[in-house]
């Protein structure tokens, strides 16, 4: 579905992604493991569209039998409209609008009013305590509430690739694993899913393939579950 070639970012002077090359297979979970630091986030706002200077090669592949699409270059608004939505790190929602409101912004690039009404009826049986507060200012929710709010509003741009940036945290545990079920699910129910996770655990057991980045670059990658019993993972990221 979407292949990363030789990617390469700058911030200034600063090298934070270096050569990463990257393949998310259609209905999957891939996850990016490392350190503050590792370049994880600069890939994903790189897909969004949020850097600069980026060099390299995105493609994308929306249906099976098409021929891939270049998207270097293009504005955040166009990679929602190609199917590519971003939770980001922090949740950012917009705390003096209800829950309802944030919602319906995160529907901003479609026009078909039944189709966003039906997502709101979705989003909420995924979230039933956003529901339950939809008339409530963003800003008045927890933390956890918070971050479901930031996963509903990037579900209502219909995506095929949803793109998670740190989703569990500052949550408490109970949170993280209610989180990261609702995650297992959105997969289950026809989303690709590229998750950002410094919860090395939680991410490596639901993902099917995993990429582990050090200064910008993949010094490991392999399924999920076989990296969780690797010697140097599990020194490195999960305290073994």
């Known amino acids: 579905m979407l292949e990363i070639r030789d990617l390469h970012v700058r911030y ?16 999957s979970i891939v996850t990016l493991i490392g350190a503050n630091g590792a370049g994880k986030s600069s890939i994903i706002r790189s897909i969004a569209g949020l850097n600069k200077s980026v060099s390299g090669d995105i493609l994308l592949t929306r249906k099976e039998g098409d021929s891939p699409v270049s998207l270097m270059g293009l504005k955040p608004e166009d990679m929602v409209r190609r199917g590519i939505s971003l939770s980001p790190e922090g949740r950012r929602i917009l705390p003096h609008l209800t829950v309802e409101e944030n919602l319906q912004l995160g529907a901003y690039s479609r026009s078909y009013s039944a189709g966003i009404s039906s997502d709101m009826k979705q989003v909420y049986g995924l979230f039933p305590r956003l529901k339950e507060r939809s008339w409530q200012k963003g800003g008045t929710l927890s933390g956890g509430e918070q971050q479901m709010l930031a996963v509903g509003r990037a579900l209502m741009s219909r995506p095929d690739l949803l793109m998670l940036d740190e989703p569990s945290l500052g949550l408490a545990p109970l949170l993280v694993r209610e989180i990261f079920a609702i995650i297992r699910r959105i997969n289950e129910e026809g989303k690709t899913v590229l998750l950002v996770e410094q919860n090395a655990f ?18 490991l990658e392999g399924p999920g579950k076989e990296l969780l019993e690797n010697p140097k993972v599990k020194k490195a990221y999960l305290g073994g």
């Open 202 to 219: 939680a991410a490596l057991s639901v993902a099917n393939y995993a990429y582990i980045l050090e200064v910008g670059r993949v010094v």
């Open 12 to 27: 200034g002077g600063i090298q934070a992604v270096q050569g990463v090359s990257l393949h998310i297979p259609r209905g």
